[in-house]
């Protein structure tokens, strides 16, 4: 394995092509924070099979030609390029691309709107960044997320595109609420939490991606299921709508949150698991609050739960046994907005 | 009275539990920008009054649990001491713990709700403080009304709550407005526009706060009515809805923007008086606008158009003869941020 | 021509009345980013031209009313003089009172409304900007779209006014888009492209605003029309509305910055010109977004979509050949950023 990785490293050195290929995996990896390609190649194959169960394969597509195309407007705009080669302008991209073949109808229009979204989500990710260094924090995901919302809601005002985000828009509180239940019936459940993450609805998805977190770091694995797990519950406690709660749709951004909380930003401990916990609650809160927001432009909240939440919970600086030297930490988008200050 | 303080100060400085319980009073005092225990013992009264008179006494019991817990929670993330024994914590769990008994049912889950709100609410004190300090300025009340919101919004999607604002989610412009007439009536609701700063619709809670004020600083307690009249004055007479006039709706944002702008950024002046009256004129349009925008979520605007209005007040940095060594302002909420940049 | 340009510059110095026109007139060409008194005036005479046109003269008051009351107002703030004579503080001020009389009926509370709205408008100015210098960036013109949504949004509220946006509060995707074609009619659509930078429905007053363009910067006038065309173009390949079309409501944001981002920010090249064009593309993409934001509000995006693209790609600073020592750039709003961080 330690073979496999310094030969790999070595290519990437020689060959610009494997290097643009590496940056593109661990782009698909720095979704979940992690920097390792191998990662990276386990959760593209995770979101290729979700698409393939779901009868979408165009979403597999779309997540390569918006990484690809994210990526390659990162080198065009000359990035600072040890982030570009940490995959760090390639995780909101990657996400743009599965949620305009998921959310739009198939027509040769929507790859060209894929394209310069997925430029746009550079841009986007550059204009952001610049914005929350002052707080020594990064945009996270948030790029995809405004990129997309502004993809969807804009395609209401065009004749030619056909929103299919099953969200009709209305008041909130209208429509009915389905019940849900404490049984086996869960644990597909809480791993569809993961697999949501990708906007993929398939519980075989998520074990792939716990598998690949476990590649690279543990701790990380473990708080993602802490985070779907725990969301989930609390919504089926609170009596949330089963429907979603089924297909996954309140576990995804606990899952990043906690990865982040628990696993990345502080060292784990008692105080910051404690602290994680409480983080899982505020983004499930977060999540449902923001649902009621976008109620009336029938638009999905995606991962924007976890951003406001992280950046709540991060930006008090509160320090729990700080992070020395950790080694699945040192190269994210956390260690890289610290040094930016 | 000197000997009551002196001998009250040494007793916070011996005994954590009086000293924890002085931090709490302050922290009601600071909801309208006063160090002064006293000051918060009187208000406290004012909200248990309005709670029995409006019989909802689990009120007077939200607003202590909210105050206990968020005061607790700054404790345990140990933030920064002095600000803490000023009750620069306590303020704004205290009104989040009076908003979820008035806009939820009474049930157990709702006090779970309402705990988690509270340490929740002192999170994003710390979060938004650290945003606002760029800019010398703090967050004041608006952790309160960010995470209201987001509990009022997040029950819709609960089975289990049944949100109680009054306010079904509905376009702007809808609904009809009922008159309201200038006569001798409108002075009980010039106090009711001071009793909802908490929350509280009643006149008798208005007087004892404006009490509390005239304890520990004449020009808030002027401002405090100023604020009131003028922008209750000024709805009327652009024809704002009557009923909602009636109940002090009007008057509460004015009123804290008025103290902030004419009493504690400002020494009192001729230039600095004009600036707050145009204060209140910006403080009441921009409340209207909020209704319209919140209008579609049926959510209240709580203390958020204060907040607003003063931060586009205060950022131009205008130095209408600036406070130099101010007795009842040296304390506040204001002059920490000064001191934090 | 010279002659006249150092008379006039040396009267301004002498008489404070011919310096505060000057900084009025050089206040309406900054909105189009040129600091140039002529422009502006014969900016005025195109608004003029179209309230005439359109049977609103009273829009004409209103944009010189506005220009005088912001102008004015930051006098009596005692803003940074420099700004304040380029004219940095009547641009937004002049569109507040254009919009006033434009979505407001016409009634003697109007007049006060917008004098209130103008002054407002030059305290939003100082906050905006105080805000966005952290990042070497100005407010632009939103502290006129932020103002006129208070004012819009405020006047539903109230029974004296009676809001005429012809944007009745309903969800997305309600509604039919009607069709449009290619043909000759798209010379005037692109004109009023132009004039609705200044919400004013007529292609002559277009041609005289590219004009008075072209009397301070050929490149600016030149990217005006890129922006009105292109922007104009790529909504009619998508299927956007053919009425909001034809009104050229589709080319103005676009024309703003096709001029900040082509002309004004980086020397024009081929770089800065292929950013520019993605930049043209995606102001469209936001200002359609932000159509579907505001339908359940039912107030128009104003020049909210310009602003919010032009953050976005000047955030990034990606330094397309920079401007050295550019004449007709000197002077205006963003050099004034650069100088100030």
């Known amino acids: 394995m330690a073979d496999i990785t310094r030969g790999w490293d070595a290519l990437t050195g020689r060959n610009p092509l494997v290097s643009f290929l590496d940056a593109c995996l661990r782009g698909v990896a720095q979704v979940v924070l992690q920097n390792n390609p ?11 099979w979700g698409a393939f169960e779901n ?78 260094k002052r707080w020594a924090l990064t945009a996270y995901t948030f790029p995809f997320v405004l990129t997309t919302w502004v993809l969807l809601m804009a395609a209401y005002q065009f004749d030619r595109f056909h929103v299919m985000t099953q969200l009709t828009p209305k008041f909130p509180g209208e429509g009915t609420l389905t019940g849900a239940a404490v049984d086996w019936g869960l644990v597909p459940t809480f791993l569809r939490g993961v697999s949501q993450v990708f906007l993929t609805d398939s519980w ?40 979603s709660l089924d297909k996954g749709l309140f576990g995804f951004n606990a899952v990043l949150t906690a990865i982040v909380v628990g696993a990345v930003a502080h060292r784990p401990g008692v105080l910051a698991t404690g602290y994680t916990l409480f983080g899982i609650a505020l983004t499930l809160f977060v999540q449902m609050a923001m649902t009621t927001m976008l109620t009336p432009l029938g638009i999905p909240v995606l991962t924007g739960p976890f951003n406001v939440a992280t950046w709540l919970l991060l930006l008090p600086d509160r320090h729990f046994a700080p992070v020395p030297n950790h080694e ?10 610290r040094r930016a200050v």
Not at 38 to 48: F, Q, S
Request: aromatic share 8%; glycine share 12%; proline share 3%.
């Open 38 to 48: 191998l990662t990276g190649l386990l959760i593209l194959a995770a979101i290729g």
């Open 204 to 243: 075989i998805s998520g074990l792939i991606i716990v598998v690949a977190l476990l590649v690279n770091s543990r701790w990380s694995a473990l708080f993602a299921v802490v985070g779907s797990v725990g969301a989930t519950l609390l919504a089926l406690w609170f009596g949330a709508d089963g429907a």
């Open 328 to 337: 699945q930490v040192k190269d994210t988008v956390i260690s890289a907005a």
């Open 55 to 132: 009868g979408k394969p165009q979403v597999l597509g779309g997540a390569v030609l918006g990484l690809v195309v994210g990526t390659a407007t990162a080198l065009a705009l000359r990035v600072e390029h040890s982030s570009w080669r940490k995959g760090l302008f390639g995780f909101s991209p990657v996400l743009t691309g599965i949620a305009v073949p998921t959310f739009l109808d198939d027509r040769p229009l929507t790859w060209l709107y894929l394209v310069l979204g997925a430029a746009g989500t550079t841009v986007v990710t550059l204009a952001l960044n610049a914005v929350f």
